[in-house]
């Protein structure tokens, strides 16, 4: 096990970020005070949290507490997924190959195309009529 003092990191994913807390303990996860299913109603968002905690077979190992800002649910989903993956890591380094064979370590590149001048958005553009 590694230095409790390291157990805190940060996760991103589009506009969303959450900072987790991770300390041994029963597997209760707390996301900005709620419960961690009434927090995720979809079942696919629920999944994609319990990822890195589900391949490191630590699910009831780990008490969580996550603080999610930004966002959309899915987006928030994401973010907390990494900053999870990253709280085992800094817990425990034998969990560094599974992790990252698994993709759990590498932010999610894909973000919001800016809106361009003379567009009506990111790549829309007004209709065009010649007479």
């Known amino acids: 096990m590694g230095d409790l003092s390291k157990n805190i990191s940060v996760g991103r994913r589009k506009e969303s970020t959450a900072r987790v807390r991770i ?20 079942e696919t968002d ?19 507490k996550a603080s999610l800002t930004g966002g959309g649910l899915t987006g928030q989903a994401g ?14 380094e034998t969990f560094k190959n599974i992790l990252r064979k698994n993709g759990y370590l590498t932010r999610d590149p894909r973000m919001k195309e800016r809106k361009k001048y003379g567009l009506k958005g990111a790549r829309k553009r007004f209709l065009w009529t010649k007479r």
């Open 23 to 42: 300390e041994p303990g029963s597997g209760k996860i707390t996301i900005n005070g709620i419960a961690f299913e009434k927090y995720f109603l979809r």
């Open 79 to 92: 973010a907390l997924r990494l900053a999870i993956a990253k709280s085992l890591l800094a817990m425990d």
């Open 46 to 64: 629920r999944i994609i949290v319990l990822q890195p905690l589900a391949i490191t077979e630590s699910v009831s190992k780990f008490n969580i």
